[in-house]
């Protein structure tokens, strides 16, 4: 019986977000291009039948247990069990900027609920899983159905997509954002038109933007720097809310030769985009 298994929890980019309304519920209505990079964080999921409970190895910096997504996803997995479960000692290794738009929290959550319905051998399937995802948040059945996708609603409304994976240059500025503040600014562009499913996925979405991007510009001038910088590269956007931004690069060697450049004082990394999950490539592994 496998009692510890290690996962991948990647990065996701939202190549283009657009924002078309505002719901009755108050929350955006979005139209928005997901796929995963090959890169993120790492979660050890370790079984304790001698010690029951759900843990984390080591609190998160910032982030109080009982608010941390990683252990709201385990306990949100633990309640549909039809018995007792052995205990769970969560390890994390970070990577992923928090507050940087790429999914972090939400990666780590469904990474956790793939995991953990994998050792304690539950077989719920992923349509339960990605609803189970949603309660905890937007982004989560983007990661637990682990393909490319064309997201709609909040963002939980998926149709598989194939944009190209390309490598990527991402920053991100020193500054942390407030999603809260950019969705509630003032200046929002709240009304772009409603796009058509099909044209997203032929893979050129340099014609669309993110709508987010001229508010966090504006309040936040670490953004605005590092974005004219990297526009000297190519075309370059936020992804999500931010603080986050990157540029597509046909080739490894290019992303690397511009990633070497970067001003002093700023961090990231380069990596692929790729449109079937790490996590799932990995879980397939241990099938």
């Known amino acids: 019986m496998t009692t510890a298994i290690t996962l991948p929890s990647p990065a996701k980019l939202n190549l283009f977000l657009h924002i078309i309304g505002r719901r009755p519920d108050g929350h955006h209505e979005l139209q928005t291009l997901f796929q995963f990079l090959d890169y993120g964080d790492d979660i050890t999921l370790s079984l304790t039948p001698e ?6 190895e080591r609190p998160v910096n910032g982030v109080a247990d009982e608010d941390n997504l990683i252990i709201r ?27 940087g738009g790429l999914g972090g929290g939400s990666s780590n959550a469904a990474t ?57 240059v991402v920053l991100k500025p020193a500054c942390d954002i407030n999603t809260g503040k950019i969705f509630s600014a003032q200046g929002l562009t709240r009304n772009t038109p409603r796009i058509r499913i099909a044209p997203a996925f032929e893979g050129d979405a340099s014609r669309y933007r993110n709508d987010c991007e001229d508010v966090v510009r504006r309040l936040y001038p670490d953004v605005k720097q590092s974005m004219e910088w990297l ?41 692929q985009g790729v449109n079937v999950s790490p996590l799932h490539q990995k879980l397939t592994e241990l099938e």
């Open 231 to 271: 526009t000297q590269f190519g075309p370059a956007r936020l992804t999500g809310t931010g603080a986050c931004i990157f540029g597509r690069f046909p080739t490894e060697s290019a992303a690397r030769i511009i990633w070497e450049s970067k001003p002093s004082g700023i961090t990231g990394f380069v990596a």
């Open 51 to 56: 010690q029951p409970g759900i843990r984390l």
């Open 112 to 168: 956790t609920l793939l995991g953990l319905n994998h050792l304690w051998k539950l077989g719920i399937g992923l349509d339960e899983l990605a609803e189970t995802g949603l309660a905890l948040g937007a982004d989560v059945p983007v990661f637990v159905r682990g393909h490319a996708a064309f997201g709609e609603g909040v963002g939980e409304k998926l149709t598989p997509a194939f944009p190209p994976e390309d490598w990527f």
């Open 73 to 99: 996803a385990a306990r949100a997995l633990a309640k549909k069990a039809p018995c007792e479960l052995p205990g769970v000692t969560i390890a994390i290794t970070k990577r992923l900027p928090m507050g």
